[in-house]
């Protein structure tokens, strides 16, 4: 008798699905947590007025150079010093790139993970993603089509809260909405002047992870409507955007069949040899040092791409001395992330007049357009844009002026911003790895991570040619003192959107796992974190992580009760 | 409150100047926190950043910069969150600073007019005005954490509640 039905590892944005979606199944679940507990109403630090934060919420340099020397290069505009328990201590979690490589590992160890920390921009992937490998022979054919994910992602909008408009865009398919955030006046002009000068180009909403219509299903877990603070990196009081903290760990909870273990780091995850199927986790307490051991019929690696391929590469064993699960070799392979670096920015007249009121979540957004509407691009794939137009006010003191009238430009008639920063698909190259370290360790004896990870020719044309079209959008959208950025391109890792690592396919030969996230080589193994993808397309990725949980998690729960596991 | 005019007595006096004093009797323009206690900022700068935050944020009918003292806030600043390069970084910047404006701009009666001339060539492309950029943005971004510069000049709202993409000013 197993101590538990399924073990989670990862209670982070796909973990807090793969739990809350088994548990509603009946199943006794236990969620394996690394880091220490977050306690909304303790941790939560989004009332903090200005004021009351020290330094301008800053993190002191010398504080930076010891503890976030990754960590707030990468992520300057999240890591604050009221937040900066959400963030790892760099020094306390190393990690190795290979020599002339570089990487940016940005992570939060605690309950929920980065899914506190998110931006919360939630796009669905389109058909083109599902069939673009196939049809350039690139790397591997994904398993399944849009059709096999579209109703999953209709069942995690519902539960989720995803405030957008219906766009009615075949690459970008619309989903479960609950009310948008109104573009601005100046940006509903860009919208369409772009749109006129770029017959194949939409201008839309960001599509975000906040709830702005509350159902009876969010309220019962105690959330409520998006309050336009624009505090959400600091934790959400009101529960209204998306986390597993604010929505998936509660629903969990509330079944009765939820166990939460903090501190428990996974050292391997056992295999039987007999039986062909994992048995259980070897965990470490990141405080004790005490090693425990839970036994499963099911696991779900959440743990993030990244740390599920290293988990998967430190069980070791004779049936799979490189790894479990990895007979194929591609377990830590093939990893992806977005890149950017291009965009541009300049000022847009005609709203002198006007301002806004409230602080919403995200923007707008320009789906991908290239070798979706228009076919004449020296690269393969696209990117979307992330942007907004809003006043320029006083621009944190970077306006012209002294005395009254500079005092009180916040809220004086000017011009507005426009700002629109590219987020482009990196193609799956199989020589994009993480490693264990042969020798070095952590502090609880797991080998440390080594990052080998680069761009290649598609991503650097792309983000060139991303900068360009950048600059001619804002011309055509009449805007003035235009400043295009010299491209270069973001670190990998940097855009967060880690996957790729045990990719999906229809052959175990060439992929690690089979289309519903179950690994081929070992049956009771399933990995729904962004180690499955099997190709980045442009859209952020959580809402696809989410989607393929909850998926595989009711295939998990069917195969269970068939005994079919 | 104290009065400006009292602050600024306070300050001329914490750096020696009697002279000074007379010399700006009817501007009262200066005022500055405790100069006893300061961290980072010798009497010189910290005299040079008040008259700055003066200049740019006025007392309006909203308090100005140095009625929330934002000389000492970024005083502390400076002792607490820079390291030693950027404490050194910000020293040389102030002196810098001091040269352009002229060594009599703290208790010149003209010291707006210099200044607006300084920011209007820093603003417009002019080159080697960093330094006072960055002070500028330092001064402002302080000025609106404070309590009164967030909610009496801003009207920050802690809890919207609502997006209203267009709103008539």
């Keep these: 008798m197993a101590d538990f039905d399924a073990i989670v590892v990862g209670s982070g944005m796909s973990g807090g699905w793969s739990a809350k979606e088994l548990c509603e199944r009946g199943l006794k679940v236990l969620v394996l947590e690394r880091g220490n507990e977050i306690v909304p109403e303790r941790d939560y630090v989004d009332q903090m007025p200005p004021w009351e934060q020290s330094n301008l919420d800053r993190i002191s340099e010398d504080e930076i150079a010891a503890h976030y020397y990754k960590q707030f290069p990468g992520v300057s505009y999240a890591v604050k010093e009221s937040n900066k328990h959400f963030w790892v201590k760099d020094d306390e979690h190393p990690y190795e790139t290979a020599a002339g490589t570089e990487y940016d590992w940005l992570r939060g160890y605690h309950t929920a993970g980065r899914s506190i920390m998110w931006s ?24 399944i089509r849009y059709e096999d994910i579209d109703p999953w992602y209709d069942h995690v909008e519902k539960f989720a809260g995803i405030a957008g408009n219906r766009d009615g865009l075949p690459q970008l398919p619309d989903g479960q909405f609950q009310p948008g955030f109104e573009l601005t006046c100046a940006e509903k002009e860009f919208k369409s002047r772009v749109e006129a000068a770029f017959p194949g180009r939409k201008v839309i909403q960001a599509r975000v992870a906040h709830i702005t219509a509350v159902t009876a ?71 004790t040092r005490e090693t425990r051991f839970y036994s499963c019929r099911v696991l779900f690696l959440n743990a993030s791409a990244m740390a599920s391929a290293l988990i998967l590469l430190q ?92 005092k009180q430009a916040h809220g004086a008639a000017g011009p507005w911003r426009v700002s629109i920063s590219a987020f482009g698909e990196q193609l799956p190259n199989p020589n994009n790895t993480v490693t264990l370290h042969p020798s070095k360790r952590d502090q609880w004896g797991n080998p440390l991570a080594v990052f080998n990870v680069g761009y290649g020719e598609n991503e650097r044309i792309m983000q060139v040619e991303a900068g360009k079209d950048s600059v001619a959008m804002l011309k055509a959208a009449g805007c003035t003192e235009i400043s295009s950025r010299t491209v270069t391109l973001t670190k ?60 595989a998690a009711h295939y998990a729960a069917d195969l269970l009760a068939e005994n079919a596991i | 409150m104290k009065t400006r005019r009292e602050v600024l007595q306070g300050l001329i006096v914490s750096i020696g100047g009697a002279s000074m004093l007379a010399a700006c009797d009817n501007a009262a323009r200066v005022a500055v926190s405790n100069s006893q206690s300061l961290r980072f900022f010798s009497d010189q700068e910290l005299a040079l950043v008040s008259r700055i935050s003066d200049l740019l944020l006025p007392r309006t009918d909203t308090p100005g910069a140095l009625d929330v003292n934002v000389p000492g806030f970024i005083d502390g600043l400076m002792a607490e969150w820079a390291n030693t390069r950027s404490q050194e970084s910000q020293h040389r910047q102030l002196t810098e600073l001091g040269h352009m404006l002229g060594a009599d701009f703290v208790t010149a009666a003209d010291a707006e007019s210099t200044l607006r001339e300084l920011d209007r060539a820093a603003f417009s492309g002019g080159t080697g005005y960093g330094g006072y950029r960055a002070l500028k943005g330092l001064i402002t971004q302080s000025y609106f954490a404070t309590e009164e510069g967030a909610l009496l000049e801003q009207h920050w709202v802690a809890v919207p509640g609502r997006w209203d993409p267009c709103v008539d000013i």
Excluded at chain 1, 344 to 351: E, T
Aim: with cysteine; hydrophobic share 30%; charged share 20%.
């Design chain 1, 120 to 143: 919360r921009q939630t796009y669905r992937m389109g058909p083109q993603d599902f069939e673009a490998n196939k049809k350039e022979g690139i790397a591997v054919d994904w398993p």
């Design chain 1, 217 to 287: 299903e969010q309220r019962e877990l105690g959330r409520s409507n998006c309050q336009s603070r624009n505090r959400c990196h600091f934790g959400c009081t009101f529960k209204a955007y998306f986390s597993s903290l604010n929505a998936t760990l509660p629903a969990a909870e509330r079944t009765g069949n939820y166990t939460i273990v903090h501190n428990a780091i996974v050292q391997s995850l056992q295999y039987d040899e007999v039986s062909r199927r994992i048995t259980g986790v070897q965990v470490i307490d990141a405080e």
């Design chain 1, 315 to 406: 069980s070791k064993s004779t049936a799979f001395p490189n790894g479990l699960a990895n007979s194929s070799d591609q377990v830590g392979r093939n990893l992806m992330d977005h890149v950017s670096g291009a965009g541009a920015s300049g000022l847009i007249s005609g709203f002198e007049n006007k301002t806004i009121f409230g602080r919403r979540p995200g923007g707008i957004y320009i789906p991908r357009y290239a070798n979706i509407t228009e076919h004449d691009k020296p690269y393969m794939r696209g990117f979307g844009y992330q942007g907004s137009a809003t006043p320029l006010g006083n621009a944190g003191g970077q306006i012209a002026g002294i005395g009254r009238e500079f």
């Design chain 1, 492 to 551: 990998p890792g940097n855009r967060i959107h880690e996957m790729g690592s045990a990719r999906m396919g229809r052959d175990p030969a060439t992929s690690v796992l089979n289309g519903w996230c179950q690994a081929h080589d070992v049956p009771n193994l399933f990995v729904t974190d962004g180690a499955f993808m099997t190709s980045s397309a442009c859209q952020n990725p959580s809402l696809s992580y989410m989607a393929f949980t909850a998926r």
